[in-house]
């Protein structure tokens, strides 16, 4: 389970940042609980799930997940005052459709990596057909979770939140980020195109940072609010996304593959198209600061109520895992 001292970001040892710590970690637990309870459950008036899959799903989804994306979903809808049970379910259906990416991600067919979360990737452990029914199975549980009354007893709100997830998880969000970022390798027959800077940042706009934009919306959809403030936290969400990746693409440079739980080195070896890679480090370390200084900004509007969203925009920027 995630350990609040390993979630800490590097550096910083003040009160704040310790009992930011604290709150991702009480996020991951309560995800990973509710989770393991909704998938023993299973889909809803359907049969059982056939066993070997419902273990896939279950190691591809429980452990050793930051729950980052939930906890901005926690963090949000506690501005408005959304019950926390709420929260947690569209939190738990964002972690299903983020583990199904990273499942589909690591198959052979993609970027065929042997690690995830510090132990072998699903198609590893079990088999490449049991991975793609996994990643399959927990993108559609994710749907089911989204339209269910525990999830807001406002069918209005539900729809909301299934058509926005859709979107951001879809062919003009994540799906069609990894696309672009396969064609950049150059792994189709037309051939890899060096992307210029706009043309990287609107690839992983889609690929990393359509479900942390949702993540930060998420909060102002299940209080079905839709003005200035959630304006505020879609801009938040677009910024920290874009941090996002550029700490993951510096990691890859310069992280520990036994704290990251994951191969390292493998951007520049496959190809990949980076800010890291197109601008070097350190234009892309001062990006970073410039990203996560007006993601605290955005959030002014909340004052004091938003310390800890503050704190998690710091935190992406100083991730070392
Ligand atoms: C296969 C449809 C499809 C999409 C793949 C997830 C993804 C899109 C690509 C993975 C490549 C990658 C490493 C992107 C960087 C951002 C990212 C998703 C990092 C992993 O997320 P974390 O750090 O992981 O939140 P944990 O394990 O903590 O949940």
Redesign the pocket.
């Known amino acids: 389970m995630n350990i609040v001292t390993s979630v800490q970001p590097e550096g910083q040892t003040t009160g704040n940042a310790r009992s930011f710590a604290a709150r991702l970690s009480e996020v991951a637990v309560e995800i990973d609980a509710l989770l393991s309870r909704l998938l023993d459950d299973g889909p809803r008036g359907a049969p059982a799930m056939p066993p070997r899959l419902l273990e896939a799903m279950r190691y591809a989804s429980l452990g050793?997940?930051?729950r980052?994306r939930p906890f901005l979903v926690v963090e949000t809808a506690a501005l408005f005052g959304v019950p926390r049970e709420n929260a947690l379910m569209a939190g738990a259906a964002l972690e299903c459709v983020?583990c199904y990416?990273?499942v589909?991600?690591d198959l052979p067919a993609?970027d065929d990596d042997e690690l995830r979360?510090g132990r072998p990737t699903v198609h590893r452990r079990f088999d490449e057909a049991t991975a793609i029914l996994a990643g399959d199975g927990l993108l559609t549980f994710a749907f089911d979770i989204l339209s269910r009354p525990e999830t807001s007893v406002d069918p209005a709100v539900r729809v909301k939140l299934v058509s926005s997830l859709a979107l951001a998880a879809g062919p003009g969000g994540?799906?069609g980020g990894?696309m672009l970022d396969l064609a950049a390798e150059g792994r189709f027959e037309e051939g890899g195109q060096r992307l210029d800077e706009a043309q990287i940042r609107r690839l992983q706009g889609m690929?990393?940072g359509a479900l942390i934009r949702f993540a930060a919306s998420a909060g102002a959809i299940l209080a079905d609010i839709d003005d200035e403030r959630s304006a505020a936290l879609r801009r938040y969400g677009a910024l920290i996304g874009e941090a996002?990746?550029i700490a993951?693409d510096l990691l890859d440079i310069d992280g520990e593959a036994a704290l990251l739980g994951k191969a390292v080195h493998k951007d520049a070896e496959a190809g990949k198209a980076t800010l890291v890679g197109l601008l070097g480090v350190e234009a892309a370390r001062k990006r970073l600061a410039s990203l996560t200084s007006e993601a605290r900004a955005a959030l002014e509007p909340f004052g004091a109520a938003a310390t800890s969203l503050k704190e998690a925009a710091e935190f992406v920027a100083n991730r070392r895992r």
Do not use: I, N, P, W
């Open positions: 050793q997940g930051k980052f983020h990416s990273l589909h991600d993609m979360r994540m799906v990894q690929k990393t996002f990746q993951d």
